[in-house]
């Protein structure tokens, strides 16, 4: 039996979400732009080494890391396809020092996108799924000239948030405060479908998600929380857990999206002066805002990811995200810890 065709496409749910009065007509243009940008990506790395873009770019970003030509080419892709709509007032992205205004030549509207543009690109050449990490904030009011202050609002602030997977399927997952949901790439068609709808992350979980080379890196209540996960149904958890850990955040968020689990990245002493690995304005926020939405939790094991005050556009960002109920167990070895 042929599998269901889906009706409603990207297009049409933007649609609707405006003719509920749930956003308005730049931010469904946005997020329209957005989607054709990672349809354009989704080809790029779907060419791999037939299309020249593999390895590195020869450069380096203001994270300090090498640039895979694939991070140039995906910010190219997503800064060109927003500069002369109108909706944008400014775009900040992983791969550059400071936030891009809207030229002059073109109209600037009252949204802030943040990206990273291809997270995971350590993957790419391994050929193991990556994606585009995106969050929408409102422009302040009334500032000529945008710069990155302007930027560091709370994740609570999001009006949108989403990602775009680039695996066996090609899958944007969605949210604008009213659930998230998932549209997947008929590739014949170049449509996104509606294929998942108000997405709920199981309470519970058996499976964490996390780089185990870095424990003896970890703080205590760290130490302590992922200890009782190994020691399974014999221990205090009461379970034995199962272990999954991609290095592409974007694929094990899916999958936790998908099926439930924890997904950490936790502070560690490897390099104590940075908060954590992963950065809070355009990997932890947005992911944290989807989370959410699917009925989880997202804290930086002390207090919920989105309530967090930004102070530097690339700062970063301890993250338990995923099953509410295990996510608030993690929490729990940390706050227990701090009281004493
Ligand atoms: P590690 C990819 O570089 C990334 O930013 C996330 O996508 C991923 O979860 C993490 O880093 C992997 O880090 O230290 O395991 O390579």
């Known amino acids: 039996m042929s599998s269901p ?17 749930r956003i308005n007509a730049d931010l469904r243009q ?14 790029a790395v779907g060419k ?13 970003n203001v994270q300090g890391e090498a640039q895979k030509k694939l991070d140039v080419i995906s910010n190219e892709i997503l800064l060109e396809a927003n500069a002369w709509g109108g909706h944008l007032a400014a775009c900040a992205s992983e791969e550059m020092d400071h936030c891009f205004p809207i030229p002059d030549a073109y109209p600037r509207g009252n949204y802030l996108l943040l990206f990273d543009p291809l997270d ?26 945008i710069g990155d202050d302007d930027f560091l609002q709370p994740g609570t602030a999001q009006v949108a948030a989403g990602y775009c997977v680039y695996g066996p399927q090609t899958t944007l ?13 008929d590739r014949e068609t170049g449509t996104f479908m509606l294929t998942r709808e108000s997405i709920r992350i199981p309470e519970e979980t058996k499976e964490f998600a996390i780089n185990m080379s870095n424990q003896r890196h970890w703080e205590a209540p760290m130490q302590d929380y992922v200890r009782d996960l190994l020691v399974g149904k014999e221990g205090p958890r009461g379970k034995d857990f199962n272990m999954r850990w991609v290095a592409s955040m974007v694929a094990d968020v899916h999958r936790i999206l998908t099926r439930g689990g924890i997904f950490i990245y936790p502070w560690d002493r490897k390099d104590p002066g940075k908060a954590g690995k992963l950065r809070l304005m355009y990997e932890a ?11 989880g939790a997202a804290t930086n ?16 960002v301890p993250v338990f995200l995923g099953s509410k109920s295990e996510v608030e167990a993690a929490t729990r070895y940390h706050l227990d810890h701090d009281a004493g």
């Open 285 to 295: 926020n947005p992911m944290a805002f989807l989370v959410e939405q699917a009925g």
């Open 173 to 185: 997952v969605l949210t604008f405060g009213h659930g998230t949901h998932a549209f997947t790439l």
């Open 48 to 60: 791999g080494a037939l299309g020249g873009v593999l390895g590195d770019a020869g450069t380096g």
């Open 120 to 145: 995971g690109s350590s993957n790419i050449d391994v050929n193991v799924s990556v994606g585009t990490i995106f969050s929408v904030l409102r422009a302040p009011d009334g500032v000529a000239a």
């Open 301 to 316: 094991g002390r207090e919920r990811i989105m309530e967090i005050a930004p102070a530097q556009l690339h700062q970063r």
């Open 30 to 43: 946005l997020i329209a732009v957005v989607a054709r940008a990672c349809t354009s990506i989704s080809i």
């Open 5 to 21: 065709r889906h009706a409603v496409s990207l297009t049409r749910h933007l649609i609707e979400e405006q003719r509920a009065g």
